[in-house]
């Protein structure tokens, strides 16, 4: 996959900060979906179905506008992502224990610089979509509250689509997504790994990572392609 569209396949997944390496979904009973004899329109019928379908067709009306500000796609964005997604079960999962350690202060500080930096990583690579295409081709529920959603992005070069399982939590009444698989590798766990790995290198302190959250707020778009380091 050449470096431009993956860079806006992970744009248009509204996913977290960097894919690297292999790793295994949040939940630990599903991998990648893979064919499946549900037909869209059967999926598209469910509620978990037509909530990601929705969401696939906001994010390429918003990628495909040509005509707003970069601040307005921001904004956007962030907007989608607080309808969406539950960042806060994202958050606190990819923080891992060190949630339960941290004080108030440093857990509302972390989520604010866990959302800012969703944002800020990958607004500008929605200028590279391409005319890919969304769809939704199952629904499985993993329990009474918990769907698995496959889709596929399609390429407008014919080549093969690229697979996308949606882990989707219903609480509430509201359904948000918990989890995001790109061609069977979890982005959350990803993350989790790079996070864990600042704090255990700095004594099993929080600080160091809230710092290098803020650093990377600060910095100029370009340089906030990853936390690892």
């Given at each position: 996959?050449?470096?431009?569209?993956?860079?806006?396949?992970?744009?248009?997944?509204?996913?977290?900060?960097?894919?690297?390496?292999t790793s295994h979904p949040l939940?630990?009973?599903?991998?990648?979906?893979?064919?499946?004899?549900?037909?869209?329109?059967?999926?598209?019928?469910?509620?978990?179905?037509?909530?990601?379908?929705?969401?696939?067709?906001?994010?390429?009306?918003?990628?495909?506008?040509?005509?707003?500000?970069?601040?307005?796609?921001?904004?956007?964005?962030?907007?989608?992502?607080?309808?969406?997604?539950?960042?806060?079960?994202?958050?606190?999962?990819?923080?891992?224990?060190?949630?339960?350690?941290?004080?108030p202060a440093q857990q509302q500080?972390?989520?604010?610089?866990?959302?800012?930096?969703?944002?800020?990583?990958?607004?500008?690579?929605?200028?590279?979509?391409?005319?890919?295409?969304?769809?939704?081709?199952?629904?499985?529920?993993?329990?009474?509250?918990?769907?698995?959603?496959?889709?596929?992005?399609?390429?407008?070069?014919?080549?093969?689509?690229?697979?996308?399982?949606?882990?989707?939590?219903?609480?509430?009444?509201?359904?948000?997504?918990?989890?995001?698989?790109?061609?069977?590798?979890?982005?959350?766990?990803?993350?989790?790994?790079?996070?864990?790995?600042?704090?255990?290198?700095?004594?099993?302190?929080?600080?160091?990572?809230?710092?290098k959250m803020r650093e990377q707020?600060?910095?100029?778009?370009?340089?906030?392609?990853?936390?690892?380091?």
């Amino acid at each position: 996959m050449s470096p431009v569209r993956y860079s806006a396949l992970l744009a248009f997944t509204l996913v977290f900060l960097g894919i690297a390496g292999t790793s295994h979904p949040l939940w630990a009973q599903s991998e990648a979906s893979g064919p499946s004899a549900q037909t869209h329109d059967e999926a598209v019928k469910t509620q978990p179905g037509r909530f990601i379908q929705d969401l696939g067709d906001r994010a390429i009306a918003i990628i495909a506008n040509k005509n707003i500000t970069v601040a307005q796609r921001s904004e956007k964005f962030r907007q989608i992502l607080n309808d969406s997604f539950d960042l806060k079960t994202i958050g606190r999962f990819v923080i891992g224990r060190s949630w339960n350690t941290a004080t108030p202060a440093q857990q509302q500080e972390y989520m604010r610089l866990f959302e800012g930096l969703v944002v800020k990583t990958y607004g500008d690579r929605l200028t590279l979509y391409t005319g890919e295409g969304f769809t939704v081709i199952s629904v499985r529920p993993e329990s009474e509250k918990d769907f698995i959603i496959a889709s596929q992005i399609t390429h407008p070069d014919g080549s093969e689509p690229t697979t996308i399982d949606w882990r989707v939590r219903q609480r509430d009444g509201k359904l948000g997504v918990i989890d995001v698989v790109v061609e069977g590798v979890s982005l959350s766990v990803t993350q989790r790994q790079e996070y864990a790995a600042i704090i255990q290198n700095n004594g099993g302190q929080i600080d160091p990572l809230l710092q290098k959250m803020r650093e990377q707020l600060n910095a100029p778009a370009a340089q906030t392609a990853g936390t690892s380091g």
